[in-house]
């Protein structure tokens, strides 16, 4: 690209039940189609009253800002907290979204989500993951991508050791049984994941 995508102007979109379609010079534009994916932005456990929060723009392993499409209908998402009270927040809700919003924006709705939440004493991991669509999803957040990269897979290795399967059998999953996948570039933060077979047995919190 000649040009940065950041900042484009604002498109309204004609919303029905499963397209969407851009408004160009005051009519709908047919010609044009995005499928409905409904997902949520933002998706992050909040801090004590009184204390420093980090940007609405930015992520770490409490969630954040993640613009990943796997925060969805149906998705089991394990989320660590950060206080007595359990509290969290979720915002940022797109009709449909390519993963780490690329252009600067989604398609920007408002939503009314419904879930249900379970205290889960035995995640598979001690940071933000997923399961959803038969995998579960491991998110490295780092200043680099190396830095990424190390994260997720390590998170995916400890999820395996802490189940009993031995060192070498854990590194031979992960070198043949899983996949990377980039979603988020740039800073403040680069979010990358890997996928690895669903457990069994894991209660979270299911949107």
Request: overall charge negative; glycine content about 10%; hydrophobic content about 40%.
């Amino acid at each position: 690209m000649k040009k940065n995508v950041v900042g484009e102007p604002v498109i309204f979109w004609k919303i029905e039940d499963d397209f969407c379609y851009p408004i160009v010079d005051n009519q709908i534009d047919r010609s044009i189609a995005l499928k409905k994916a409904l997902m949520i932005g933002c998706l992050r456990s909040a801090d004590d009253l009184g204390k420093a929060t980090i940007s609405s723009l930015d992520a770490d392993q409490y969630g954040g800002n993640f613009d990943c499409n796997l925060f969805k209908q149906g998705a089991l998402i394990f989320l660590p907290i950060r206080n007595d009270n359990a509290e969290f927040y979720i915002g940022d809700v797109h009709y449909c979204q390519s993963d780490g919003e690329i252009g600067g924006t989604g398609i920007e709705i408002t939503a009314e989500i419904k879930f249900s939440a379970h205290l889960c004493l035995t995640p598979i991991h001690r940071d933000l993951h997923v399961i959803a669509d038969d995998f579960v999803y491991f998110f490295g957040i780092g200043p680099t991508i190396e830095d990424g990269i190390i994260k997720a897979f390590s998170q995916g290795y400890e999820a395996l050791t802490l189940t009993g399967i031995s060192d070498d059998m854990s590194r031979l999953l992960l070198a043949h049984g899983s996949t990377l996948k980039i979603i988020k570039l740039g800073q403040p933060n680069i979010c990358l994941l890997y996928t690895s077979p669903n457990p069994r047995d894991q209660r979270g919190s299911r949107m």
